[in-house]
């Protein structure tokens, strides 16, 4: 992979010529920390969402899925401690306004502040490096003081009169699954270990939202809670961390851009916690987080909303707050890495191209079907009827006439096409087409007889 620091500028470009995804509220001048997909992103976002909830579910049965609402009552995020505890460290350049992060800004002097760090503490922190620390904005060193800033997003839904208790929109996924976490349990044939699966959108009032989809304002997570006997917890948190890792090799990711990080200070919720790590263009951070919480949730929302949440567990006559084996990965991050490991430039025939790589899994289009001219009917009659036939068998199909061939080998590897089906004059005749690998450009010819099975075999894994 082209590892220049310049590759995300790349990628963004590509993203936005091709129709993959757009700056938020562009004609307006923007939207920090928001994005829009286009044709070629929803489709990347939607296989990537299919292979999460089938590695989730059709590997295992016993995890539910749900769609829990994105607001709720706003007693959640008090029992959670989001209110109380989910901040980041904002402060404000007094020259040109610029808000940062602290800890970000510790972070370029090589200075680490403890995410558990309280106001006071991190003002300390903060001015014993004053000196060292620049605006990246405008250079200049003339900091106010370091302010705890909440990170969830307020909404005025359903709020009338003063006095309404708060709304929030919701800062993670994981919370709508511990307040159903009783219905699954009552509704469904489960017993501990158990999870429940979900995905959706998330807000974060993100002090600098930054890096394109890495860290955006609104976002969405793909979250599941396994729900454990405690004495079950340590082993059962293992199997995930292995079973995690696995997944992104058959994501087709590669190993050597993935590994594993432990956290050193934990977040308020969590017993222990493990990043998967992607070599992104800036750099290695965080993916996925794989965290032990304990039951902090359940017992918070069993004390804050006065209703049972325990378990009985008939085998050994215990009553038990189960443990949460959480793994939570965001579409947004997932499509950033799937789009930088899939980012290549090389030369085929002489000529520079850039190439998307993806695996054939989450291809927005599996296969392109050209006429090899467009100005000669029984060409284009016959591509299109290859067009209609592979569209039934595999879906993401794709008919192309626009330009010359070359132009549209162009413009499928750039959006990732593994396949190019071209039909010319002898396909009339004896029935077969060229079908090109996006990867190295090797022709064959393939009899369209044979369609469901060459394609099945290279397309499905
Ligand atoms: N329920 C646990 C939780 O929310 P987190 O580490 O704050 O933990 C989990 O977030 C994952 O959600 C991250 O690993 C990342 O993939 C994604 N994520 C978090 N904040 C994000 C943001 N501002 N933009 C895009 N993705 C984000």
Not at 327 to 334: A, I, K, L, P, Y
Not at 335 to 362: H, I, S, T, W
Request: aromatic share 12%; glycine share 8%.
């Amino acid at each position: 992979m082209a590892k220049e620091l310049d590759v995300m500028d790349k990628i963004v470009s590509l993203c936005k010529r091709r129709g993959f995804v757009f700056p938020g509220s562009e004609i307006y001048g923007g939207f920090a920390g928001t994005y829009d997909l286009g044709h070629y992103g929803v489709m990347l976002r939607r296989n990537i969402v299919d292979c999460w909830v089938n590695a989730m579910t059709r590997d295992h049965d016993n995890i539910a899925q749900l769609d829990s609402s994105i607001f709720t009552a706003g007693k959640v995020w008090i029992a959670s401690g989001h209110v109380g505890g989910f901040s980041d460290p904002l402060v404000v350049c007094k020259n040109c306004h610029g808000k940062h992060r602290a800890d970000h800004l510790l972070e370029f002097v090589g200075v680490t502040a403890d995410e558990k760090m309280s106001e006071k503490e991190i003002n300390k922190l903060f001015d014993a490096h004053r000196n060292e620390l620049h605006c990246p904005t405008c250079g200049e060193k003339n900091f106010g003081p370091v302010v705890a800033k909440n990170l969830l997003a307020t909404s005025s839904l359903g709020m009338f009169e003063e006095g309404d208790e708060q709304v929030y929109l919701r800062g993670e996924t994981a919370q709508g699954i511990y307040i159903n976490y009783k219905n699954v349990l009552d509704s469904g044939a489960y017993h501990l270990p158990f999870g429940i699966a979900q995905v959706g959108k998330a807000f974060r009032n993100e002090i600098s939202p930054r890096q394109f989809l890495f860290r955006k304002r609104e976002f969405e997570q793909m979250e599941m809670q396994y729900f454990v006997d405690p004495k079950e917890a340590l082993k059962i948190y293992e199997d995930w961390k292995r079973e995690r890792l696995e997944y992104y090799d058959r994501l087709g990711i590669k190993k050597e851009n993935l590994r594993f990080k432990q956290h050193e200070n934990l977040v308020f919720y969590a017993k222990d916690a493990w990043d998967i790590q992607y070599n992104f263009p800036f750099g290695w951070s965080e993916l996925e987080g794989i965290h032990y919480r304990g039951n902090y949730d359940l017992s918070q929302h069993q004390k804050f909303s006065g209703i049972d949440l325990s378990y009985y567990n008939d085998d050994t006559k215990e009553r038990f707050i189960p443990h949460v084996i959480e793994t939570s990965v965001g579409v947004d991050r997932t499509m950033l890495m799937v789009l930088a490991d899939a980012y290549c430039e090389d030369e085929m025939n002489g000529d520079k191209r850039v190439v998307m790589k993806f695996d054939p899994q989450v291809a927005p289009i599996k296969i392109a079907v050209f006429p090899l001219l467009r100005n000669k009917p029984e060409l284009v009659a016959r591509a299109r009827e290859v067009y209609t036939g592979l569209k039934k068998e595999f879906g993401a199909v794709m008919f192309d006439d626009n330009g010359n061939i070359g132009k549209r080998y162009r413009r499928q590897d750039e959006i990732g096409t593994p396949f190019c089906v071209t039909v010319d004059f002898d396909s009339l005749e004896k029935g077969d087409v060229t079908v090109r690998d996006r990867d190295t450009g090797k022709q064959e010819r393939v009899a369209m007889s044979d369609f469901a099975l060459y394609f099945t075999g290279k397309l499905k894994s």
